[in-house]
Nanobody, 126 residues
Framework: QVHLAESGGSSVQAGESLRLSCVASGDTTSRRCMTWFRQKQGKGREGIAAIEIDGHTSVAPSVRGRFTISKDSAKNTMYLQMNNLRLDDTAMYYC????????????????????WGQGTPVTVSS
């Protein structure tokens, strides 16, 4: 029903920026809430930003001020702009979607999201 495909991950040095993209297709009702998660090695998935169908956004406190979420509805694409990257931003980054009208703020549970992309890796080195 919903297909998500991330891109843009890369190896960068600390302090640099990256922009991740997530192209979505399929049933629009099932992807009203779109989010970015990341998973560090040996850890669970952490929700870091969400955007609702009306454009309302929320960014987790852990990355607020450095990461920005946005979308281009005409392109069915969601973005994560990551600035001033740190070593501990190294992770696999995933986009996820569900049908919720409201994503909620600051915290998102992976189990609430039935649709996931394959992930794109981000490696930050010193």
């Amino acid at each position: 029903q919903v297909h998500l495909a991330e891109s843009g991950g890369s190896s960068v040095q600390a302090g640099e920026s990256l922009r991740l993209s997530c192209v979505a297709s399929g049933d629009t009702t099932s992807r009203r809430c779109m989010t970015w998660f990341r998973q560090k090695q040996g850890k669970g998935r952490e929700g870091i930003a969400a955007i609702e169908i009306d454009g309302h956004t929320s960014v987790a406190p852990s990355v607020r001020g450095r990461f920005t979420i946005s979308k281009d509805s005409a392109k069915n694409t969601m973005y994560l702009q990551m600035n001033n990257l740190r070593l501990d931003d190294t992770a696999m980054y995933y986009c996820a979607a569900n049908s919720f009208l409201r994503c909620g703020d600051n915290f998102w549970r992976p189990t609430d999201f039935p649709y996931w992309g394959q992930g794109t890796p981000v490696t930050v080195s010193s």
